[in-house]
């Protein structure tokens, strides 16, 4: 069982930057995010399996960058140019098998 602890999220204006990092408790796979926007669906926003390319939702290419420390266990999500569009909960993702971590609020505002 390996369990997923997320730090980062907030309040941000408009073209402001975040970072996001989630911390495994053992070594796995595949690490990523996924984010679920107000009264819709969770979504992928991006994930990178170890010693692999990491893989965009078209919605956020050239913005967001995700990176992982393979010695820490740890995924990170940088977030630039953000916009209110961003606004979600996002979730911290592991596989496999599945685990996600428990979720951290991003809200794009002025």
């Known amino acids: 069982q390996v369990q997923l602890v997320e730090s980062g999220g907030g309040l941000v204006q408009p073209g402001g930057s975040l970072r996001l990092s989630c911390a495994a408790s053992?070594?796995?796979?595949?690490m990523g995010w996924y984010r679920q926007p107000p009264g819709k669906q969770r979504e992928l926003v991006a994930i990178m399996p170890r010693g692999a390319s990491p893989h965009y939702a078209d919605s956020v290419k050239g913005r967001f960058t995700v990176s992982r420390d393979i010695a820490k266990n740890t995924v990170y999500l940088q977030m630039n140019s953000l916009k209110p569009e961003d606004t979600a909960v996002y979730y911290c993702y592991a596989a496999p098998p599945v685990y996600w971590g428990q979720g951290t609020q991003v809200t794009v505002s002025s």
């Open positions: 053992g070594s796995i796979y595949a």
